[in-house]
């Protein structure tokens, strides 16, 4: 529902865009009946939005309205970004253990 909503919004927007485009003077009741249909259809999208519990992320947000970027790319950016850490956390992990055989080794060695 909120996806059809979504997209009748679009294309409610699209339509007003060209009726304001070609406004005549006696057009004005056709401008108006288009506002009261977007603002209800606005109204119930936003209803119907209240009980979704889909969160999402403010710097995907920030991506999509600052730099037009792709949801797709941000994601596979965002997954690289998250392998990237990945392995530095799993060779910090990898460093401790070594270290860790060295100091026991070091230990038996100095007080055995």
Do not use: C, W
């Not at 485009?21 to 108006?32: A, G, M, R, Y």
């Amino acid at each position: 529902e909120l996806e059809t909503n979504l997209e009748s919004i679009a294309q409610q927007l699209l339509e007003l865009g060209i009726t304001l485009h070609d406004l005549q003077p006696e057009s004005t009741d056709v401008v108006q009946s288009k506002l009261e249909t977007l603002t209800r259809t606005m109204q119930t999208t936003y209803k119907s939005s209240e009980a979704l519990e889909t969160l999402i992320p403010l710097e995907l947000l920030d991506y999509l309205e600052e730099q037009g970027g792709n949801p797709e790319a941000y994601i596979r950016d965002y997954m690289d970004h998250l392998a990237a850490e990945n392995q530095f956390a799993r060779g910090k992990i990898q460093a401790y253990r070594s270290f860790s055989g060295v100091l026991q080794r070091q230990l038996a060695h100095a007080y055995p």
